[in-house]
Protein backbone atom coordinates (compact mmCIF):
# COMPACT_ATOMS: atom_id res chain seq x y z
CA UNK A 1 0.00 0.00 0.00
CA UNK A 2 2.83 1.99 0.83
CA UNK A 3 5.66 2.42 -1.77
CA UNK A 4 8.94 2.67 -0.38
CA UNK A 5 8.02 1.05 3.35
CA UNK A 6 10.18 -2.04 4.93
CA UNK A 7 8.13 -5.08 6.73
CA UNK A 8 6.88 -3.56 10.03
CA UNK A 9 9.26 -4.07 12.77
CA UNK A 10 6.59 -5.52 14.77
CA UNK A 11 5.72 -8.32 11.97
CA UNK A 12 9.49 -9.09 11.59
CA UNK A 13 10.08 -9.54 15.47
CA UNK A 14 6.28 -11.96 15.51
CA UNK A 15 8.18 -13.89 12.80
CA UNK A 16 10.71 -14.13 14.77
CA UNK A 17 9.36 -14.94 17.80
CA UNK A 18 7.06 -17.88 16.27
CA UNK A 19 9.42 -19.41 13.86
CA UNK A 20 6.92 -17.80 11.19
CA UNK A 21 8.72 -17.85 7.21
CA UNK A 22 7.75 -15.13 5.48
CA UNK A 23 6.03 -15.90 2.04
CA UNK A 24 6.75 -14.05 -0.95
CA UNK A 25 5.06 -13.27 -4.43
CA UNK A 26 4.75 -16.37 -6.67
CA UNK A 27 4.53 -18.74 -3.72
CA UNK A 28 1.46 -21.07 -3.34
CA UNK A 29 0.07 -21.19 0.57
CA UNK A 30 -1.68 -24.75 1.76
CA UNK A 31 -3.71 -24.24 4.86
CA UNK A 32 -7.07 -25.22 6.57
CA UNK A 33 -7.81 -21.08 7.76
CA UNK A 34 -6.59 -18.28 5.98
CA UNK A 35 -7.58 -14.48 7.18
CA UNK A 36 -6.16 -11.45 4.81
CA UNK A 37 -5.93 -8.70 6.74
CA UNK A 38 -7.12 -5.31 4.92
CA UNK A 39 -8.32 -6.03 0.91
CA UNK A 40 -7.56 -2.47 0.09
CA UNK A 41 -3.57 -3.40 0.59
CA UNK A 42 -4.59 -4.91 -3.31
CA UNK A 43 -5.51 -1.89 -4.68
CA UNK A 44 -2.88 -1.32 -6.85
CA UNK A 45 -2.17 -4.62 -8.05
CA UNK A 46 -3.29 -6.35 -10.98
CA UNK A 47 -3.27 -10.38 -9.70
CA UNK A 48 -2.76 -11.52 -6.27
CA UNK A 49 0.90 -11.85 -5.20
CA UNK A 50 0.61 -15.06 -3.83
CA UNK A 51 -2.00 -18.39 -5.20
CA UNK A 52 -3.72 -19.59 -1.61
CA UNK A 53 -5.74 -23.18 -1.33
CA UNK A 54 -7.95 -23.34 2.11
CA UNK A 55 -10.56 -24.73 3.39
CA UNK A 56 -12.05 -21.19 4.87
CA UNK A 57 -10.46 -17.95 4.04
CA UNK A 58 -11.51 -14.89 5.80
CA UNK A 59 -10.82 -11.03 4.41
CA UNK A 60 -10.94 -9.05 7.32
CA UNK A 61 -11.99 -5.62 5.97
CA UNK A 62 -9.75 -2.96 8.40
CA UNK A 63 -10.83 -0.43 5.71
CA UNK A 64 -14.33 0.91 5.13
CA UNK A 65 -16.50 -0.91 2.06
CA UNK A 66 -18.58 2.67 1.51
CA UNK A 67 -17.83 6.49 2.66
CA UNK A 68 -20.55 8.67 4.12
CA UNK A 69 -22.90 10.94 1.83
CA UNK A 70 -22.17 14.22 1.69
CA UNK A 71 -25.27 16.45 1.57
CA UNK A 72 -27.83 14.94 -0.61
CA UNK A 73 -25.14 13.15 -3.06
CA UNK A 74 -24.40 9.06 -2.86
CA UNK A 75 -22.50 7.24 -0.86
CA UNK A 76 -19.00 6.48 -2.50
CA UNK A 77 -16.68 3.37 -2.04
CA UNK A 78 -13.63 3.94 0.07
CA UNK A 79 -11.44 2.07 -2.49
CA UNK A 80 -11.68 0.45 -5.16
CA UNK A 81 -13.65 -2.76 -3.20
CA UNK A 82 -14.82 -4.94 -6.72
CA UNK A 83 -11.34 -4.93 -8.01
CA UNK A 84 -9.51 -5.99 -4.94
CA UNK A 85 -12.38 -8.65 -4.42
CA UNK A 86 -11.79 -9.75 -8.33
CA UNK A 87 -7.95 -10.25 -7.33
CA UNK A 88 -8.92 -12.53 -4.72
CA UNK A 89 -11.48 -14.56 -6.12
CA UNK A 90 -8.89 -15.17 -8.81
CA UNK A 91 -6.07 -16.39 -6.69
CA UNK A 92 -7.84 -18.00 -3.92
CA UNK A 93 -9.42 -21.66 -3.67
CA UNK A 94 -11.13 -22.05 -1.00
CA UNK A 95 -14.60 -23.54 0.10
CA UNK A 96 -15.79 -20.87 2.41
CA UNK A 97 -15.06 -17.13 1.35
CA UNK A 98 -16.31 -14.55 4.27
CA UNK A 99 -16.02 -10.79 4.74
CA UNK A 100 -14.98 -10.12 8.67
CA UNK A 101 -15.89 -6.80 9.63
CA UNK A 102 -14.36 -5.08 12.10
CA UNK A 103 -16.99 -2.77 13.74
CA UNK A 104 -20.30 -2.48 14.11
CA UNK A 105 -20.22 0.59 11.14
CA UNK A 106 -17.37 -1.09 9.24
CA UNK A 107 -20.04 -4.17 9.26
CA UNK A 108 -22.94 -1.81 7.89
CA UNK A 109 -20.70 -0.29 4.80
CA UNK A 110 -19.67 -3.69 3.86
CA UNK A 111 -23.51 -4.89 4.13
CA UNK A 112 -24.61 -2.40 2.23
CA UNK A 113 -21.83 -2.63 -0.60
CA UNK A 114 -23.04 -5.98 -1.29
CA UNK A 115 -26.64 -5.26 -1.64
CA UNK A 116 -25.95 -3.05 -3.88
CA UNK A 117 -23.38 -5.73 -5.93
CA UNK A 118 -25.45 -8.45 -5.52
CA UNK A 119 -25.96 -9.27 -9.21
CA UNK A 120 -22.24 -9.91 -9.55
CA UNK A 121 -20.67 -10.56 -5.68
CA UNK A 122 -21.04 -13.99 -4.33
CA UNK A 123 -19.40 -13.34 -0.73
CA UNK A 124 -21.06 -13.98 2.68
CA UNK A 125 -20.01 -11.46 6.26
CA UNK A 126 -18.91 -13.46 9.06
CA UNK A 127 -21.64 -13.08 12.17
CA UNK A 128 -18.66 -12.03 13.94
CA UNK A 129 -16.45 -8.91 14.39
CA UNK A 130 -12.76 -9.70 14.10
CA UNK A 131 -12.23 -6.31 16.01
CA UNK A 132 -9.16 -4.66 17.08
CA UNK A 133 -6.78 -6.12 19.60
CA UNK A 134 -6.31 -3.42 22.21
CA UNK A 135 -4.30 -3.71 25.36
CA UNK A 136 -3.52 -0.90 27.16
CA UNK A 137 -2.64 0.07 30.66
CA UNK A 138 -5.18 2.16 32.18
CA UNK A 139 -4.96 5.29 33.80
CA UNK A 140 -7.01 6.94 36.32
CA UNK A 141 -8.91 9.33 35.61
CA UNK A 142 -8.44 12.74 36.95
CA UNK A 143 -10.40 13.83 40.07
CA UNK A 144 -11.22 17.31 38.92
CA UNK A 145 -11.66 17.47 35.48
CA UNK A 146 -10.95 20.69 33.49
CA UNK A 147 -11.42 22.56 30.03
CA UNK A 148 -8.57 20.64 28.24
CA UNK A 149 -9.23 19.47 24.80
CA UNK A 150 -7.48 17.86 22.28
CA UNK A 151 -7.58 14.88 19.93
CA UNK A 152 -4.36 13.21 18.02
CA UNK A 153 -4.18 11.11 14.52
CA UNK A 154 -2.40 10.65 11.41
CA UNK A 155 -2.20 14.25 9.69
CA UNK A 156 -4.32 13.54 6.41
CA UNK A 157 -7.09 15.28 5.63
CA UNK A 158 -9.89 12.18 6.19
CA UNK A 159 -9.17 13.11 9.74
CA UNK A 160 -10.50 16.15 10.34
CA UNK A 161 -13.29 18.14 9.48
CA UNK A 162 -13.15 21.48 8.18
CA UNK A 163 -11.70 24.92 10.38
CA UNK A 164 -15.03 26.19 11.08
CA UNK A 165 -16.12 22.67 12.42
CA UNK A 166 -13.05 22.62 14.37
CA UNK A 167 -13.28 26.13 15.81
CA UNK A 168 -16.41 24.93 17.03
CA UNK A 169 -14.92 22.18 18.68
CA UNK A 170 -12.09 23.75 20.31
CA UNK A 171 -13.11 27.48 20.99
CA UNK A 172 -11.39 30.25 22.82
CA UNK A 173 -13.38 29.40 25.80
CA UNK A 174 -11.56 25.96 26.49
CA UNK A 175 -8.61 26.35 28.95
CA UNK A 176 -6.32 24.69 26.65
CA UNK A 177 -6.18 22.77 23.33
CA UNK A 178 -3.75 20.79 22.13
CA UNK A 179 -3.80 19.01 18.67
CA UNK A 180 -1.21 15.92 17.35
CA UNK A 181 -0.78 15.12 14.25
CA UNK A 182 -2.05 18.97 12.92
CA UNK A 183 0.64 19.31 9.90
CA UNK A 184 -1.60 20.63 7.99
CA UNK A 185 -3.54 22.96 10.65
CA UNK A 186 0.04 24.42 11.37
CA UNK A 187 -0.12 26.07 7.53
CA UNK A 188 -3.64 27.73 8.35
CA UNK A 189 -3.02 31.36 9.32
CA UNK A 190 -6.48 31.42 9.91
CA UNK A 191 -6.47 28.91 12.90
CA UNK A 192 -7.40 30.23 16.33
CA UNK A 193 -3.99 31.16 18.10
CA UNK A 194 -4.95 29.42 21.17
CA UNK A 195 -4.37 26.27 19.31
CA UNK A 196 -1.00 24.29 20.02
CA UNK A 197 -0.76 22.63 17.05
CA UNK A 198 2.02 20.33 16.83
CA UNK A 199 2.84 17.99 13.83
CA UNK A 200 2.74 13.81 13.40
CA UNK A 201 5.29 12.26 16.43
CA UNK A 202 5.79 15.47 17.68
CA UNK A 203 5.14 13.65 21.37
CA UNK A 204 5.00 9.98 22.35
CA UNK A 205 0.66 9.45 22.73
CA UNK A 206 0.41 8.86 26.00
CA UNK A 207 2.43 12.21 27.10
CA UNK A 208 0.27 14.03 24.92
CA UNK A 209 -2.82 12.65 26.19
CA UNK A 210 -1.77 13.33 30.02
CA UNK A 211 -2.25 16.78 29.27
CA UNK A 212 -5.89 16.99 28.31
CA UNK A 213 -9.07 15.90 30.15
CA UNK A 214 -11.73 15.59 26.43
CA UNK A 215 -10.43 13.30 23.72
CA UNK A 216 -12.61 15.48 20.86
CA UNK A 217 -12.80 13.66 17.89
CA UNK A 218 -14.41 14.54 14.45
CA UNK A 219 -13.23 13.75 11.23
CA UNK A 220 -14.18 14.81 7.54
CA UNK A 221 -17.67 14.56 6.66
CA UNK A 222 -16.73 12.16 3.93
CA UNK A 223 -15.05 9.78 6.08
CA UNK A 224 -15.31 7.80 8.78
CA UNK A 225 -13.20 5.76 11.17
CA UNK A 226 -13.59 1.67 10.49
CA UNK A 227 -12.51 0.59 14.15
CA UNK A 228 -11.11 4.29 16.31
CA UNK A 229 -8.26 2.65 17.61
CA UNK A 230 -7.36 6.71 18.78
CA UNK A 231 -10.58 6.61 20.98
CA UNK A 232 -9.61 3.44 22.61
CA UNK A 233 -6.41 4.82 23.40
CA UNK A 234 -7.95 7.69 25.03
CA UNK A 235 -9.64 5.87 26.81
CA UNK A 236 -7.11 3.91 28.85
CA UNK A 237 -5.55 7.07 29.33
CA UNK A 238 -8.43 7.85 31.70
CA UNK A 239 -10.20 10.66 29.14
CA UNK A 240 -13.71 11.31 27.92
CA UNK A 241 -14.17 10.44 24.16
CA UNK A 242 -16.83 12.42 22.61
CA UNK A 243 -17.21 11.82 19.15
CA UNK A 244 -20.20 11.37 16.41
CA UNK A 245 -22.70 8.31 16.52
CA UNK A 246 -20.86 6.25 14.04
CA UNK A 247 -17.91 6.27 15.31
CA UNK A 248 -18.71 5.99 18.91
CA UNK A 249 -20.50 2.68 17.32
CA UNK A 250 -17.61 1.05 18.10
CA UNK A 251 -17.45 1.85 21.96
CA UNK A 252 -21.41 1.06 22.80
CA UNK A 253 -21.66 3.99 26.14
CA UNK A 254 -17.62 3.97 26.49
CA UNK A 255 -17.87 6.82 24.11
CA UNK A 256 -20.10 10.26 24.22
CA UNK A 257 -21.40 10.66 20.86
CA UNK A 258 -22.02 14.38 20.21
CA UNK A 259 -22.88 16.59 17.48
CA UNK A 260 -20.33 19.36 17.17
CA UNK A 261 -22.29 22.08 18.34
CA UNK A 262 -22.92 20.34 21.47
CA UNK A 263 -19.97 19.08 22.43
CA UNK A 264 -19.39 22.53 24.76
CA UNK A 265 -22.20 21.60 26.72
CA UNK A 266 -21.35 17.96 27.21
CA UNK A 267 -17.99 19.07 28.24
CA UNK A 268 -19.41 21.86 31.19
CA UNK A 269 -21.99 19.24 32.60
CA UNK A 270 -19.33 16.91 33.07
CA UNK A 271 -16.84 19.51 34.03
CA UNK A 272 -19.45 20.14 36.73
CA UNK A 273 -19.82 16.61 37.78
CA UNK A 274 -16.31 15.26 38.83
CA UNK A 275 -18.66 12.20 39.84
CA UNK A 276 -20.46 11.44 36.67
CA UNK A 277 -17.08 12.07 34.57
CA UNK A 278 -15.30 9.60 36.47
CA UNK A 279 -18.30 7.02 35.66
CA UNK A 280 -17.97 8.19 32.31
CA UNK A 281 -13.86 6.87 32.19
CA UNK A 282 -14.42 3.85 33.99
CA UNK A 283 -17.46 2.78 31.61
CA UNK A 284 -15.23 3.60 28.71
CA UNK A 285 -12.24 1.52 30.49
CA UNK A 286 -14.52 -1.42 31.68
CA UNK A 287 -15.70 -1.84 27.39
CA UNK A 288 -11.89 -1.94 25.98
CA UNK A 289 -11.71 -5.24 28.14
CA UNK A 290 -13.52 -6.56 25.63
CA UNK A 291 -11.11 -5.52 22.92
CA UNK A 292 -8.37 -7.78 24.82
CA UNK A 293 -6.41 -10.47 23.34
CA UNK A 294 -8.21 -13.00 25.85
CA UNK A 295 -11.66 -11.68 24.54
CA UNK A 296 -10.76 -12.25 21.03
CA UNK A 297 -9.48 -15.43 21.71
CA UNK A 298 -12.72 -16.48 23.37
CA UNK A 299 -15.21 -15.05 20.86
CA UNK A 300 -13.17 -17.18 17.74
CA UNK A 301 -11.75 -19.96 19.93
CA UNK A 302 -13.81 -22.41 17.88
CA UNK A 303 -12.15 -21.43 14.43
CA UNK A 304 -8.43 -22.05 15.84
CA UNK A 305 -7.11 -24.64 14.48
CA UNK A 306 -4.91 -26.92 16.44
CA UNK A 307 -2.69 -27.94 13.55
CA UNK A 308 0.44 -26.04 14.48
CA UNK A 309 1.27 -26.03 10.61
CA UNK A 310 -1.93 -25.03 9.50
CA UNK A 311 -1.85 -22.11 11.66
CA UNK A 312 1.79 -21.45 10.64
CA UNK A 313 0.80 -21.31 6.99
CA UNK A 314 -1.78 -19.13 7.28
CA UNK A 315 0.17 -16.81 9.27
CA UNK A 316 3.04 -16.85 6.33
CA UNK A 317 0.30 -15.69 3.78
CA UNK A 318 -0.92 -12.65 6.32
CA UNK A 319 2.18 -11.41 6.77
CA UNK A 320 3.18 -11.99 2.91
CA UNK A 321 0.43 -9.15 2.26
CA UNK A 322 2.14 -6.78 4.19
Not at 35 to 62: G, Q
Not at 73 to 86: I, K, T, W, Y
Not at 122 to 149: G, H, K, M, Y
Not at 244 to 253: K, L, N, V
Request: glycine share 6%; with cysteine; net charge neutral.
Amino acid sequence: MFKGEEIHPGIVRACLETGTRLAWAGETIQAEVVALHNPSSLKFDREMPVRIVCDKFYVVCHENFLRPAQQQGQEREGFDVAHCLRLIENGVLARIRLLAPISANNRKTIVDWLSRHSNTVTWQVDPLDWTNICEFNCVAPVSQPRDRRGRHSRPGFEKFPGLDVMKVLFPHSAEAVRLLGANDLMLENSRPSHWQCLPFGAEPVDQFLSTIDFFVYFTNPGWRESFGRVLAEAMAAGKVVITDPETASTFGAGAICAKPEDVNSVISDLISDPAAYREQVLRGQTILGEFSAEAFRRRHRFRIDRDTSARTSALEFAHAVF
